[in-house]
């Protein structure tokens, strides 16, 4: 509770120079929130869903292999679990396999993502960037002043309400998309 209460008077300081300046007489000081939606940008970005596609194709092998040794480990488990015939130096064997290839599993998913984190960083930094200077474009044109994540309202529960008017997510992609086209990708020869 107190620290929604915080997250609330972070939020009126950070509106109320805007305020004071209205109060003041300041010409056109007036301020305007809006809401947008940054992680739908995954998906409705077209040039960061294009990205996000190529890195998922890029490492679905290593999806594929963790997956499988995910399972292998669970098998070799399955079968220490039920067998209640093994000996104890099968018991240890077995305990040991699965042990080692639980170390192999954590290096390898830990050097996947890091991998995938990189390689997310190449592709996608450049589009952020852009993204972000058109968002401020954006928002000098319509007059918004102050712009909030959505998803981090929701996590923090700070607003208990706002007009769906305020989220800019849909018309902000839109005129993204349409200044920003994506390229078709050539058609495979044949």
């Known amino acids: 509770m107190k620290m929604k209460l915080l997250l609330t008077l972070a939020l009126l300081l950070m509106t109320a120079p805007g305020a004071f ?28 869903k294009a990205k996000y596609d190529k890195l998922q194709t890029e490492f679905a092998a290593k999806y594929r292999d963790l997956e499988s040794m995910q399972n292998k480990i669970a098998a070799q488990q399955k079968v220490l679990e039920e067998n209640r015939n093994l000996t104890a130096q099968q018991v240890q064997k077995l305990t040991d396999e699965i042990e080692q290839l639980k170390k192999e599993f954590n290096r390898t998913r830990e050097d996947s993502e890091s991998m995938a984190q990189k390689r997310e ?69 044949k």
């Open 21 to 48: 300046a209205q109060a003041a007489g300041g010409a056109g000081a007036k301020v305007k929130i809006a809401i947008v939606d940054v992680l739908a940008f995954r998906e409705e970005v077209l040039e960061l």
């Open 121 to 189: 960083k190449e592709e996608t930094e450049a589009i952020y960037d852009k993204l972000s200077k058109f968002l401020d474009q954006y928002c000098a044109k319509n007059g918004i002043t102050t712009v909030f994540d959505a998803r981090r309202l929701q996590e923090t529960g700070v607003v208990v309400y706002a007009a769906p008017a305020a989220n800019i997510t849909k018309t902000f992609v839109s005129e993204y998309n349409k200044a920003n086209p994506v390229q078709a990708a050539a058609a495979p020869a």
